[in-house]
């Protein structure tokens, strides 16, 4: 087996500095922590009776639709 194993998704321009990749996965972890804190808070609201502000679900989207275009890559 010969071919080499494809690369993530990572731009070309993170890839081209050698400490960017550590600024970048900070970047993906915070989003995915975001994602994570705002869901298990809406979680634990409904689960004491309260409303769940609006808010919450438009932190949840915008944080998972950074870490989709993050990790999504260009298109070609």
Known sequence: ???????AQ???VILEHER???LYMI????MAIIALVAIVGAIVLAFV?????GE???VVGLAV??????LG???K
């Open 65 to 70: 639709g950074a870490l989709s275009v993050m």
């Open 10 to 12: 990572i731009p070309d």
């Open 56 to 58: 919450v679900w438009t």
């Open 1 to 7: 087996m010969n071919a080499e194993t494809p690369q």
């Open 49 to 53: 009776g309260k409303s769940i502000p």
């Open 20 to 22: 960017a990749i550590d």
């Open 27 to 30: 970047a993906v972890g915070a």
């Open 73 to 75: 890559g260009e298109r």
